[in-house]
């Protein structure tokens, strides 16, 4: 390869650059194909990059991760506070040395309150998943744990676009339920349980519709058959 410059090398150092500055370019070989960027090589995609990334660095909490691009971001910072055990539950706020009156779940005021509890094992909880299972014609198990729920979601055998609707059914389920959660303790009486269910309809509706081309999500089919709805 040959190399035109205005203004030649005088001295030592610059005669020693463009030998060298020579020596590379000789190695490279230029190809008519278009250019690309290669990663590990394969070609280069921002989902590989993460996937390596969640692989080496993040491999204990690697579902911890895992981003749900049809929630909004606030639910997905939810969920991932709840994945990590870091919702402000009441269980969490005695681990840190917050001193609280009462320790047992305001839904029930049975229990010691707690994420698998409030969320799946407290009466209210079971009463608003069993009408969520109603609403959708699915049999959702009984999950023993959070952890239990997170891989029911990864493995239940449904095609794609199904296990996205009951994803975002399942994250507006465990919003509302929190949401209730906090009407109560903060006494915010706009918030009752008679609106969970209505709330989880409307809410996961809403990230859906917004997500998707508006022809392909209709309110009357949600309100009947959710999973056939894209
Ligand atoms: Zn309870």
Known sequence: MEIFLEKKPRYGIEVENLQQLNQILNSVTLSQTRDYWTWNGDLFSVSKARKLIDKHDL????????????APIKINIFIWRLKLCRLAT????????IEIENSGCCLCEET???????FLHCD????????????????????????????????????????????IIIYATLWNIWR??????????????????D???VSSF???????????????QWLQYPLHSL
């Open 59 to 70: 491999s204990p909490h690697v579902n911890v991760t895992k981003w749900c691009n049809q």
């Open 90 to 97: 009441k269980k969490n706020l005695i681990a840190r040395g």
């Open 112 to 118: 010691f309150e707690d994420e698998n509890h409030i």
């Open 124 to 167: 209210t909880s079971h009463q608003i998943w069993s009408k969520v299972a109603q609403w959708t014609n699915i049999s959702l198990p009984s999950w023993s744990s959070l952890a239990n729920l997170w891989a029911w979601i990864d493995s239940v055998p449904i095609r794609k676009n199904r296990r996205l609707i009951v994803t």
């Open 180 to 197: 209730l959660r906090n009407s109560i303790i903060f006494e915010d009486t706009k918030f009752r349980k008679s609106h969970v269910i």
């Open 199 to 201: 709330s989880i309809v």
């Open 206 to 220: 809403n990230w859906i519709y917004a997500r998707f081309s508006k022809s392909s999500c209709n309110w009357n």
